[in-house]
């Protein structure tokens, strides 16, 4: 018997670990919301409010993935700006934060610091200035002084910036975009949605882009 | 009997004392490892049931939970690490478990398995500290408890004479 007690012992744990796991699973699993069946609107909300160009209730709406330190999204940001103007009060932009740190080491901090620029009301001011100086401060020995540069360019107030920059506030809107780009299995940058469906590589041109709009428009009869 | 034969024996059960003493120490200390994985395991167990459900972790003292654990380092090869550090946790009790109650050839499975577990521990503090700047308390309470068990596994290996007294059954 006392041989055995030890195997005993562990057979009562795997079994009270699994028993636990189960009982704390089901306390903690959120109920299904059954008025809401698209995978889209299944997804974690991701930071609210989102960061968002263009009007609310636009008819359509192209929420993007990106990663400022990431090259093809600093391709694709004139493309979205010029397709933002093609189609004006029909296209509302959401940006939603997806920095791929394992690739792309200064991509959280830029992340953070266009959020922080956003606590200043001054997002999407950051968020062109990242992009468009994209191969300045990626190469930058202290990007974070490349970025308080823009922030003195942009008015911001410098120091409040930088606290923001690594505050609570930043990082949590950045890990909250994160999870929402998880949740609907964002594997890379840019990723683009548009009324809720993903774009596939081969649609990530101006002319795909245009496309998808067009065929979104056509489902609501516009 | 002679003066010879009898301080062959009083050595003899002097030795034997010593050896007693020395596996009650080690048992001591591998059931003291089993106990201390069991924090290891249950905070791995919530940390992996909150991925499942895919809930946000909210830190109480700290404020980089979510940070971490939504941050591509909260996976190795693919495998989410909160699962993987619940099955090395159950290893590290079940192995410091048989080792206790004196099952033979324990020891080395047992030391290996906390060296990878620091290996990663170390990886993933690096990560926090250098990387994300952010820290996360669960992450911390589990680096606690693996350098705990790094540290009783080398507390083990000074025990005198371990490798040839202490006999399985």
Redesign the interface.
Known sequence: MKRNLPLLIIAGVLVGAFVVGVLLYRAMKPAPDKTQNNPASMAAPGAEPPHTRGVANAPVLLEEFGDFECPPCGQLYPVLKEIERDYGERLRVDFRQNPLVTMHKHAYDAARAAEAAGMQGKFWEMHDMLYEKQSVWTVAPDPRSEFQNYARALNLNEDTFMRDLVGEMASTRVALDLRRGKSLGVLGTPTVFINNRQLKAEEMTQDGIHKAIEAALKEKGL | MSEAETKHLSQGAGAEGSVATQRAALSRLHLIAALVS?VG??DS??L???H?????VQCTLL??C??VL????SSFMGLPLAPLG?AAY?AV??LA??A??G?RGMRVPLLLVVGVMLLMTLRLLYVQAF????YCEFCLLSALVTLTLTGLMLYSIQVPGLKSQVPG?
């Open positions: 069991l395991l249950a167990i919530y992996t049931v909150k499942l459900t895919g809930e946000t404020s980089g979510d940070v939504s941050s591509a380092y619940a159950f009790f079940s478990t048989l206790a109650f099952y990387v994300l700047h952010h059954r």
